[in-house]
């Protein structure tokens, strides 16, 4: 932040227009050297494969060669992020279905390779689909495959996207000013809030005296530690994003205030589940096809949805866990809950999502079985101890702080009072100093704290 981006921003705003690309490839490429000095070879290869295969299918279109060229591409970015990401789990999984010995190859994950990945896709099924012109230059399509402010832990961007502003964009003070304010923003989420309930969680669930309220805290922890860990990151990236003149698309809308798994899934890691819309449920013929077939699809979709987040059974038990329920409500529930009030269809998301994200967090499936078995009391753990209720007035206040925060009551409030001409003056004086003190306070605290890196880093 007060070194490397410092930095970047300097040279940035110092060269012309035509160099700015090459000056944010340039960077993006150190950024990444920096925590994967050999891997960033690799991203160059994957980079350069789309940049080939989009020339070749852009030069055969309309013709059969487009399509194998296509489905070439498809197949080397999917084969190179199988071998990295997923050979130990085949392997492992072979060894105890067969009884064999096979070694693990041990391969350390490139990072930031389950986004870039997606990305390179985007680009090259778009120019098939003639959704987006292929990019000639080499130069712009590894900026937008490199960009490193949303690189190694997402969002997704789509090339279509930012594809005009990769060529002409727009830079002012109005996006600057912005882009500050949410990268801190984003930066609190991370710094002063997840990190605080990773720290509950921990807690809670290790306490002597855990029990099954205590657990069903713990769950409220966790769902908030991935929320604001996460949804910190997007938003450090939208807003670096618009600095450099890139209008990166929203990847979390207040999913705490869901009243369906599907609106959940509308509003949480939304560049994940459109990218899976676009790219594999609507290709596979989404709701326009047979109840049977739409049931495989949604099972396809979400099995992958799971299996992209890691190579463990836990993620895959957590995207099917989703798909049990979204078929549910397609078929009964969303009747149902359209009958009763509403508060009632939000106590039932927050049960599912709850859940959902303790499985996420366990470790194998005994421990999916033995932490949600510990939620409904099937662990044989006390209903409620003087350990729990230690932990959970400790962190009181930033638990409302958190809930609150993972609703839209502070956002709607402050328009609200943007309504008015004073309101307005109120808050344009208020919030460049929230913004300072927001930065001083959560740079006072990495400094001082232990190396805690964004969650969606090991994706």
Not at 184 to 207: P, Q, Y
Not at 426 to 433: A, K, S
């Amino acid at each position: 932040m007060y070194y490397f981006l410092a930095a970047v921003l300097v040279i940035y705003f110092i060269v012309p227009f035509k160099f700015k690309n090459l000056v944010l490839l340039v960077t993006s490429l150190v950024f990444y050297f920096y925590g994967e000095p050999i891997y960033t070879l690799l991203m160059l290869a994957a980079t350069l494969s789309s940049y080939i295969h989009g020339l070749l299918i852009d030069k055969f279109k309309g013709t059969k060669w487009a399509k194998v060229f296509l489905w070439s591409s498809v197949i080397t970015s999917l084969a190179v992020l199988g071998f990295f990401k997923y050979s130990d789990f085949f392997i492992s999984n072979i060894n105890s279905v067969l009884k064999t010995d096979i070694a693990l190859l041990g391969i350390a994950l490139p990072i930031g390779i389950s986004f870039y990945t997606f990305q390179s896709l985007s680009y090259t099924i778009d120019v098939y689909r003639g959704e987006a012109k292929v990019q000639k230059s080499f130069i712009r399509l590894a900026t937008y495959v490199a960009l490193f402010p949303q690189l190694i832990a997402g969002p997704i961007v789509r090339y279509t996207t930012v594809e005009e502003e990769l060529s002409e964009r727009t830079h002012s003070f109005e996006n600057f000013s912005y882009g500050v304010t949410r990268f801190c923003i984003g930066l609190a989420k991370k710094v002063l809030l997840a990190d605080t309930f990773a720290a509950f969680a921990i807690s809670i669930k290790g306490a002597e005296g855990v029990s099954v309220v205590g657990m069903w805290f713990y769950a409220l922890a966790i769902f908030l530690q991935i929320y604001f860990d996460f949804s910190g990151y997007s938003d450090m990236a939208i807003g670096l994003g618009r600095i450099f003149g890139f209008h990166f698309l929203e990847n979390f809308n207040y999913p705490l205030i869901s009243k369906s798994a599907a609106e959940f899934w509308r509003r949480w890691h939304m560049s994940l589940g459109t990218w899976f819309r676009d790219y594999v449920y609507i290709p596979l013929g989404g709701n326009r096809v047979p109840k049977w077939r739409w049931l495989i699809n949604t099972l396809i979709v979400w099995f992958l949805t799971g299996f992209w987040h890691g190579a463990d059974w836990t993620f895959i038990i957590w995207g099917v866990y989703f798909a049990i329920f979204l078929v549910l409500e397609k078929f009964a529930l969303k009747k149902f809950f359209d009958k009763i009030p509403a508060v009632f269809s939000h106590i039932y998301v927050a049960i599912v999502v709850f859940v959902s994200f303790v499985i996420f967090n366990a470790n194998g499936a005994a421990g999916i079985l033995s932490d949600v078995g510990g939620m409904f009391g099937l662990t044989g753990i006390p209903f409620f101890t003087s350990d729990t209720a230690y932990y959970i007035s400790g962190y009181a206040f930033i638990l409302i702080i958190g809930i609150i925060g993972a609703t839209p009551i502070v956002k709607n409030a402050v328009l609200k009072i943007k309504e008015s001409n004073i309101g307005c003056r109120i808050i344009n004086v208020l919030e460049p100093i929230f913004v300072i003190a927001v930065l001083l306070v959560a740079t006072a605290y990495f400094v001082d704290g232990s190396f805690s890196p964004f969650l969606y880093f090991r994706f």
